[in-house]
C-alpha cells in the first residue's frame, strides 16, 4: 500500500500560519492526496484532498510538488480549535476504496 | 443532513465472546468502511461494503465480519474476542471514487477483558 511519511509533532502559536509537511514518494499517478484531522476522542474530519494542483478550501489550502512527491497543508491562521493529529493519506481504488492511515503529526497550538 | 452515527459509544465483553457493532450512513451514500484504531495509531483499514458487497478487505482475521442492508447501515461482528481487539471501531460513508471523501463516525469504544 502507498505509505506517507509525517513529522510526528509540530507546535505553532495562535493566529499564525502551519505549514504541515507530507512526503509521498511512491505516490502513483491515479492516487488522491486526503488531509484529515482527529480531534481527541472524535472520528477523523475531513480538511482538504488534491490530485496535482493546489487546491483551497473555508479550512486550509494544499500545496502539491510538481512531481507529487511531497504536499503541504497550510492552516492560515491557526487557532486553539486547530489542535489535533493531523493525517496526510493517498487514497486509491484497489477493490475498495482504501485510506491508508499512517501515524499523522500532531499539532500544538499554544495561546 | 443527517452525519453517520454509530453505536454503542462504549462496550466491554471478555475474550472468546462476540461483538456486534452498528453504523449508520451518511443520507445518500452506498460506501461504508471500518477501521480499527488502537490507542496512539492511526486507524486502520478493516473492510468495505459497496451496495451491499464486500468489495476490499484490510489485514484482518476472517472472524472479522460486517453486513450492509439495503438501506446502506453496516454492522461490524468480531467472534471470538482477544486482549488485542480492545480498540476504537470507526465507520465511515462515502461513494465509492478514489477522490471521495469519507465520512466519519465517532466510534464505538471496545475493551475486551
Known amino acids: 500500500d502507498a505509505k506517507t511519511t509525517q513529522p510526528n509533532s509540530m507546535e505553532s502559536n495562535e493566529e499564525e500560519p502551519v505549514h504541515l509537511p507530507c512526503n509521498h514518494s511512491t505516490i502513483s499517478g491515479t492516487d488522491y492526496i486526503h488531509w484529515y484531522r482527529q480531534l481527541p476522542s472524535q472520528g477523523p474530519e475531513y480538511v482538504i484532498h488534491g490530485l496535482t494542483s493546489n487546491v483551497n478550501n473555508r479550512m486550509a489550502s494544499l500545496a502539491i510538488a510538481e512531481d507529487r512527491k511531497s504536499s503541504t497543508l497550510i492552516l492560515h491562521r491557526a487557532t486553539l480549535r486547530d489542535a489535533a493529529v493531523y493525517y496526510c493519506?493517498?487514497?486509491?481504488?484497489?477493490?475498495?476504496?482504501?485510506?491508508?492511515f499512517g501515524q499523522g503529526t500532531r499539532l500544538t497550538i499554544n495561546p | 443532513e443527517t452525519g453517520v452515527t454509530q453505536s454503542p459509544t462504549h462496550l466491554i465483553k471478555t475474550r472468546g465472546q462476540q461483538v456486534t457493532l452498528r453504523c449508520s450512513s451518511q443520507s445518500g451514500h452506498n460506501t461504508v468502511s471500518w477501521y480499527q484504531q488502537a490507542l496512539g495509531q492511526g486507524p486502520q483499514f478493516i473492510f468495505q461494503y459497496y451496495r451491499e458487497e464486500e468489495n476490499g478487505r484490510g489485514n484482518f482475521p476472517p472472524r472479522f465480519s460486517g453486513l450492509q442492508f439495503p438501506n446502506y447501515s453496516s454492522e461490524l461482528n468480531v467472534n471470538a474476542l482477544e486482549l488485542d481487539d480492545s480498540a476504537l471501531y470507526l465507520c465511515a460513508s462515502s461513494l465509492v471514487r478514489a477522490e471521495d471523501t469519507q465520512y466519519f463516525g465517532p466510534g464505538t469504544r471496545l475493551t475486551v477483558l
Open positions: 493519506i493517498l487514497s486509491f481504488i484497489q477493490g475498495a476504496q482504501k485510506l491508508v
